[in-house]
Every structure is written in C-alpha cells, then in structure tokens.
C-alpha cells in the first residue's frame, strides 16, 4: 500500500518511528514533513497530505501532530477526505469499517509508539463496509 505521512514539529519523533513500522510491514511511504523539530504549521502539512489522497496519488495517509486534532482538521478540508484523530484501537477499527476514514491521526503527546502501532494495525487490517456505511460515507463526501 501506497501511505502519505505528515506531522508538524511537535510529531517528528513519533513520525520517524511510525515511518519505520509502515516499512517494515512492507508499505510504501510518501513523506511529505516536517523533517526536523523547527516551528512549523500543521495545516499546511494536513492539506499537503490531504490533497494526495484526494487525488488518489496514495492509498491512504498517516497524520500527526501534538494531539492529531488539528493536523485532522486541516485534512479535513479537503473534498474527499475523511480524516479521524484517534488514541486507541477501536475507534481507529470502526472509524475505517464505518466512516471510511482515509487518514488517521494521532498526537504524539498524546499516546506513544506501541498505542501507535495498534492504532495503525487496527485500521490498516479494517475493511470499509458497503450498505449503509457506504451511503453515509457517500453523504459525508457530499457535503
């Protein structure tokens, strides 16, 4: 799978390891930063993902900021995207069977790696649902 990843200056650590494990499991990675700890802007780093998926040039995106909230919402801007800040696994699992979320975000201040690492396994292993959830997604991108 082809993943964007992005994260502002308060998520370069947390980037770096989750950009490890995504290798390891033998995804694709597209990092879009920041590379280093310097003040910088989340929403111009959410859109920059954004877009891509959006575009379909990636499969899905990885988001982090300090809490995963704002780096969401700047995603979130843009048509087609379906972003979700999340800190644990269940929310990740049914925000991707029942929202079709297409990029997840977490902050790194506020879980660590291993809560990372289960967060990305429940949602990367999720399958969307059809049916209902397929309308509803379809209503979200209608807006």
Known sequence: ???????????????????????????????????????????EFGARAGRMVAAGEVDCGVLMCGTGA??????????????????????????KEHNHANIIAFGERIIGVEMAKAILDAWLNAECLEGRHQLRADMLDAL
């Open 1 to 43: 799978m082809k993943i964007v990843i992005a994260n502002d200056h308060a998520a370069v650590d947390l980037k770096m390891e989750v950009k490890t494990y995504l290798e390891d499991l033998g995804h694709e990675i597209v990092d879009v930063g920041a590379m280093e700890k310097k003040s910088c802007h989340y929403p």
């Open 70 to 95: 704002g780096i969401a919402m700047a995603a979130n801007k843009i048509r087609g995207v379906r972003a979700v800040a999340c800190s644990e696994p269940v929310t990740a699992r049914l925000a």
